[in-house]
């Protein structure tokens, strides 16, 4: 039997209809808005000026504190301003903004496609070269790279884990990047290894993806430390949690991180970013990002400049049609509901998605039966329909005593719910206001 | 057979007695000595629990008031001023007069001002809707509609409109207790004096986006013009982050900002209704 997680899940249609689709390069336009706060933590600070000349993977800021990253320009030209602009949610960010002007790189970027298999940096440089780069996880939450690498004192990890579940319906862009560049990933991975000190390594990719599997599989000779996993398709095994679950078999402790457990998880496009950056000297200032939905005209995978316009992304495929509903950042189930088609990509981007009407609109809602289905399928052991109730009534102490800090919003509860209840939209309210709490108070 | 009934009833006489003097002498040894001043005070209280105070509810209230020096920043918006005099008169202190308040919506981004840019299908309460995105409009500082503060208020003094989608609020019912303004995300609601026979102007509106940023947005928003400084006797009115924003302790309620206004956002209250330039001209003709 195929290995997966223990607890809960669902399993969604996949809908990766762009899987068949080769990653094809996104022309560079002619504007770029590269947001400040592209990571989890303290937004970067600019050091560049209005009107100041930068090149493809210039330094333009740097990080303002502990948990935070540096930025690289994504083009070459002119600082046109920095100013706060809204990002995907309508929020305003410090971004800048940059007018194109031709497409001259930094000096010391390997812009060839040799792969560079021999790894000549020591654990030190390696992990000076991620911080230098910029890099965060690119799985999602964004979590700076180097930090992640770095486990606190006391704490030792024994095996990275690769993530290359992509277990969210109609993404693809890690799918072809895995199908694409398969030894550049492991070359990564084995960055990593030696930047944690670990022996052993663990790729787990979902089924559905025989093909990417096969791909990495024929350098299993070269690369013997590293095992790709075919795992069973069920989500959310791409979560840290489920997938340490699933490879290894061991649970993390409510509260606790990956490291507690002994592991590092560490998405494989993040894996192939750190390629980039200590073989090839290049800082990560692009990725590759799905631009899909049932109604689109095309489904395609663009390697994409970061700071590129949502909207301009639409419009190479074909523009928005008039049956769409709902623009999403990343997928559908924990992805972004895009309100500002203005908005820029990213670090993090890994799909623009397309809805339709019936796709997205919600149901009517009706009572709780009591079914148990969210407690079923929620992943971390949760009992979904009691944190709902309680983030409703603000019973802060019963919702930490429930654990909701565990709850990892994968919005399996939501989706499983024939109440059509809006479990997660309640719970997500009630754990930032019981982590709030947590750390206002005095550590022991 | 009787002798059996009358041992029962000595024994458990007996017993009663034995222990009544135990919880005597329990009670005398461990007792709790409060100041019964906070019973009276309670009672004087209006009960609401709605913690407008800062205080957990009216019984600690009482005993913050029955324990302070001075009763110096100690006020039941409930009960009002009548309440607080009695409360002082009880415990012998002195208390200055509070001006009553009232809570103000300080937006007017009803449908019809403020073109919706988004469809928002979601839970309906504004402090998911704040977590998941800026608002379904133009302007990122509005209420966001869908009613936080109408569930929020224990005194059922506020109701949304369903026109407007904004948020009413029923002056003789309200308290001024802030849970409302507690309960909204975006800090739409603040308590304002209620001003001499409930009149008063506020700015009604919160956007600190540039002027042609929040007029696009929203045709009743304040664009940071200056005109109302520029009109205000009294220096009553300030623009900051390209806002204003009326003081109500300078103003004076002469209207001239309200009349200066271009886009309206300053809402007056209460007053009578103010007659066309025309009309007073033909009158006085």
Redesign the interface.
């Known amino acids: 039997m195929k290995k997966t997680f223990a607890l809960g899940g669902v399993h969604p249609h996949d809908h990766k209809i762009s899987a068949g689709s080769a990653i094809e390069t996104f022309p560079v336009l002619d504007r770029v808005y590269i947001s400040m706060s592209q990571h989890l933590g303290a937004p970067a600070e600019p050091i560049v000026a209005k009107g100041d000349r930068v090149k493809v993977g210039q330094l333009i800021a740097k990080p303002s504190g502990f948990m935070s990253a540096c930025i690289h320009s994504s083009v070459s030209g002119t600082v046109a301003s920095i100013e706060p602009y809204?990002d995907l949610?309508?929020?305003?960010v410090k971004t800048i903004i940059i007018d194109v002007d031709g497409d001259e790189w930094e000096e010391g970027i390997d812009r060839t496609d040799t792969v560079v298999r021999e790894i000549t940096a020591t654990k030190e440089e390696i992990l000076k070269r991620i911080a230098d780069s910029g890099i965060v996880g690119l799985g999602g939450a964004s979590f700076p790279t180097h930090i992640k690498l770095t486990p606190p004192p006391g704490k030792k990890a024994d095996y990275l884990l690769i993530n290359g579940a992509e277990c969210e319906p109609y993404l693809t862009s890690d799918h072809r990047i895995m199908l694409e560049m398969p030894e550049q990933i492991l070359i990564g991975a084995r960055l990593m290894m030696k930047a944690l000190g670990v022996t052993r390594c663990l790729f787990g990719v979902e089924e559905n993806k025989p093909d990417a599997i096969a791909a990495l599989r024929q350098f299993k000779a070269s690369y013997p430390e590293i095992e790709v996993v075919s795992l069973k398709k069920k989500y959310p095994q791409g979560g840290e949690k489920q997938l340490i679950d699933a490879l290894i078999g061991r649970r993390v402790p409510a509260m606790g991180l990956p490291i507690d457990a002994g592991a590092v998880v560490q998405n494989c496009g993040t894996a192939l970013a750190v390629y980039e950056a200590v073989q090839k000297n290049k800082p990560l200032f692009e990725g590759v990002v799905t631009v899909t939905g049932d109604c689109t005209e095309q489904q395609r995978n663009f390697r994409l400049r970061v700071g590129t316009p949502l909207d301009k992304m639409l419009d190479a495929v074909g523009g928005l049609p008039d049956k769409a509903?709902k623009l999403i950042s990343g997928g559908p189930m924990m992805g972004?509901?895009v309100?500002n088609i203005k908005a820029a990509s990213v670090k993090s981007t890994s799909a623009l998605l397309v809805l339709t009407e019936e796709q997205?609109?919600?149901k009517l809602q009706t009572q709780c039966i009591r079914c148990g289905k969210c407690v079923q399928v929620c992943p971390m052991g949760l009992e979904p329909y009691l944190l709902n109730k309680l983030a409703k009534a603000s019973r802060m102490e019963d919702l930490e005593r429930e654990r909701v800090q565990d709850c990892i919003e994968c919005g399996c509860c939501l989706y499983t719910c024939p109440a059509q209840l809006?479990l997660l939209?309640?719970i997500?309210?009630g754990k930032?206001q019981v982590i709030k709490i947590l750390r206002s108070r005095p550590k022991k | 057979m009787s002798s059996t009934i009358l041992i029962t009833i000595a024994c458990l006489s007996a017993l009663g007695l034995l222990l009544a003097a135990v919880l005597y002498i329990v009670a005398q040894k461990f007792k709790v000595e409060e100041d019964p001043r906070i019973d009276d005070v309670e009672a004087l209280l209006p009960g609401a629990n709605c913690g407008g105070c800062g205080s957990a509810g009216c019984r600690a209230f009482a005993e913050r008031c029955v324990k302070a020096e001075t009763l110096d920043g100690y006020f039941c918006p409930v009960g009002g001023n009548p309440v607080m005099k009695q409360v002082a008169a009880r415990l012998g202190k002195e208390i200055a007069e509070a001006a009553p308040r009232v809570a103000v919506v300080r937006c007017s981004g009803s449908l019809d001002n403020r073109p919706r840019?988004?469809?928002y299908?979601?839970?309906k309460?504004c402090?998911?809707m704040a977590?998941?995105?800026?608002?379904?409009t133009g302007c990122?500082y509005g209420c966001l509609g869908q009613g936080d503060c109408a569930v929020a208020c224990p005194f059922d003094a506020i109701e949304m409109n369903p026109r407007t989608g904004l948020p009413v609020v029923n002056e003789e019912r309200c308290t001024a207790c802030g849970n409302c303004v507690a309960a909204c995300p975006k800090g739409v609601i603040e308590l304002r004096n209620k001003g001499p026979k409930s009149r008063r102007l506020f700015v009604s509106c919160i956007n600190q986006d540039k002027g042609g940023v929040a007029r696009k947005a929203c045709s009743a928003a304040c664009i940071g013009c200056m005109k109302c400084v520029k009109v205000c006797p009294f220096e009553a009115v300030k623009v900051e982050n390209n806002v204003a924003y009326i003081d109500f302790n300078k103003c004076r309620l002469c209207r001239k900002c309200a009349e200066a206004c271009p886009t309206g956002a300053i809402v007056e209250v209460n007053f009578p209704i103010r007659l066309p330039k025309e009309v007073e001209v033909e009158k006085q003709a």
Do not use: C, W
């Not at chain 1, 949610?89 to 305003?92: C, E, Q, S, V």
């Not at chain 2, 977590?131 to 379904?136: A, I, M, T, V």
């Open positions: 809204a949610a309508g929020n305003l509903m972004k509901a309100a997205t609109l919600r809006p939209d309640n997500r309210v930032a | 840019t988004s469809i299908n979601g839970e309460s402090k998911v977590g998941l995105y800026s608002g379904d990122r």
